[in-house]
């Protein structure tokens, strides 16, 4: 092995997550197939696929309008918020741990989910919100899941801030904005606490086909920006000084990829709540078929992330139906064991 050719090496690993990215993205069409049928109503999947098969070639099937309405605003708009929302969260893990060199890294460490809770929980428990409407509650989680990239953006304008002190930054904001969740839910209505308790689980039971457009732009953008930068961030996995004599400006690089990351999942979170384990996940499944090498490491990510959620949705709805399960528990349930079984096989970082 020490003495193979590094070209024959690059190949195999080439074909190695060529078959990856390949495999990983027929099991999640099959699995998304699949997912869109079940649900607690009578309709039947040929239903469901003649509903869809509709919108491609219209007045193929003939469908009852309210098979047609069941199928368009709640089956399908479910399923895509788990391919979209899946593949932002994995890019934004497998981001935030290159650039801060910390595999435990995530934007949910850097205090995008707290944030989000509080400004979710001020609109749900207080009423308190800038829009009115069912929008309300997410454009309040929004705003404030940004605030820890914007103080992040802040410090690092002032000072040259190390990846460490981005980590503890974001460790501080959460904890400040989970004490304030926590005494707002604890003087709030108990229904509205409630509602604003199961908002932070996260969930896809309330999905609208009007926000899919949002979270798939989003997810593309990321995907195109992340793409761009992957030779920017694997010199940084070197270290900084050495990616510094490669010519890369580390310090803007990473405050830029901080703030995509921070921004992207901002948008999830606002939209689905705080779904967890995604983001760790991902990137250390595919760090063990791909290596650390960003090429592959991010679209090997997207598509595993997408494939992770729609697994956890299908459970949620599934396992009890016709009582949906939120997806955050289901989530956090596969995920912690499964996380803990891979850091014990995996190697140590030489990174």
């Known amino acids: 092995m020490l003495n193979q050719d590094p070209q024959k090496q690059i190949r195999y690993m080439r074909i190695r997550m060529a078959l990856y990215i390949t495999s990983v993205t027929i099991v999640l069409v099959v699995l998304m197939a699949w997912s869109v049928t079940i649900s607690s109503t009578t309709i039947t999947p040929a239903q469901v696929y003649k509903v869809i098969f509709n919108q ?5 099937f003939d469908v009852p309008y309210r098979t047609t309405h069941i199928v368009l605003n709640t089956y399908l708009p479910r399923v895509l918020m ?18 801060l060199r910390n595999s435990l890294a995530t934007p949910y460490t850097l205090g995008v989910s707290s944030s989000a809770a509080f400004g979710a929980s001020l609109s749900i428990v207080m009423g308190i919100t800038a829009v009115a409407g069912r929008y309300g509650t997410i454009f309040n989680a929004f705003i404030f899941s ?10 690092s304008a002032r000072k040259n801030m190390s990846p460490a002190s981005m980590v503890l930054i974001g460790v501080a904001i959460s904890y400040v904005f989970s004490a304030c969740t926590t005494l707002m839910q604890y003087f709030g209505d108990a ?17 609208l086909l009007e926000f899919i457009p949002y979270v798939a732009v989003t997810a593309i953008l990321m995907l195109i920006v992340s793409m761009y930068l992957t030779k920017d961030m694997d010199a940084m996995r ?69 494939l992770l959620l729609t697994i956890a949705d299908i459970i949620a709805k599934d396992f009890m139906n016709p009582i949906m399960l939120p997806v955050g528990a289901i989530t956090a349930v596969i995920g912690g064991p499964v ?13």
Not at 56 to 60: A, K, L, R
Not at 193 to 202: D, P
Not at 260 to 274: D, E, W
């Open 56 to 60: 491609i070639i219209p007045g193929t």
């Open 82 to 99: 788990g391919l979209f929302a899946g593949m932002i969260l994995a890019i934004g893990g497998a981001i935030t741990q290159t650039i």
């Open 146 to 155: 940004m605030i820890p990239a914007m103080l992040i953006l802040v410090a």
């Open 191 to 207: 229904e509205a606490t409630k509602s604003a308790v199961f908002w932070t689980v996260g969930d896809l039971n309330s999905v």
């Open 238 to 306: 070197m270290g900084d000084d050495t990616a510094a004599s490669l010519g890369v400006n580390v310090h803007l690089i990473r405050v830029l990829l901080m703030v995509v990351a921070c921004f992207c999942t901002a948008v999830v979170v606002s939209f689905i709540g705080a779904i967890g384990f995604i983001c760790l996940l991902a990137p250390h499944i595919c760090r063990l078929v791909a290596g650390g090498s960003l090429r592959f490491l991010i679209p090997s990510s997207a598509v595993t992330g997408a």
């Open 339 to 351: 996380l803990v079984f891979l850091l014990f096989r995996s190697r140590p970082e030489t990174t």
